[in-house]
């Protein structure tokens, strides 16, 4: 694997962990009696930057290493359901998550009024948030799996 390869699955990995802390923070401020607006704002907005940055390196790794090179692997050893699974569920899912985090950033912004008022509408986006962070730890671990998958 190139240089370049590296770098952009260690990127790929590093910003979808940045991604789901800064959603966990987005969360527990939520919770809050008290919201920090601008808190919420920045680490709303880094989680849906992380995610997109993670989004792109990983499909850059996956279009010009992982399909070619790491996918026949899988397939053809012990751990076939890894990729036929485990890897399509992850593929699945991470679809969704920057969409999910756009809405928890833009509702950060658009309605921070409201947020410091309604406690429903908090609530509410209190656990979208941590439906992403879930789902990103969720991720994570697929990762993991389809890694210990790899058997040369």
Do not use: C
Not at 16 to 31: C, D, E, H, K, R
Not at 120 to 135: P, V, Y
């Amino acid at each position: 694997m190139s240089p370049l390869l590296v770098f952009f699955l260690s990127s790929h990995i590093f910003l979808g962990i940045i991604a789901i802390a800064f959603f966990f923070s987005v969360t527990m401020n939520l919770l809050k009696r008290e919201v920090n607006l601008f808190s919420l704002k920045r680490n709303s907005f880094g989680g849906l930057l992380a995610f997109i940055l993670s989004w792109l390196t990983g499909g850059y790794y996956y279009v010009f290493y992982y399909g070619d090179s790491v996918k026949p692997i899988i397939k053809q050893g012990l751990y076939s359901w890894a990729h036929n699974f485990i890897m399509e569920l992850k593929e699945h899912i991470f679809l969704y998550l920057p969409f999910l985090a756009f809405i928890v950033f833009i509702a950060s912004y658009l309605m921070q009024d409201k947020l410091k008022e309604n406690e429903n509408l908090r609530k509410s986006l209190a656990m979208l948030s941590l439906t992403i962070f879930i789902l990103g730890l969720l991720i994570a671990f697929m990762g993991i799996i389809i890694s210990g998958a790899v058997k040369k």
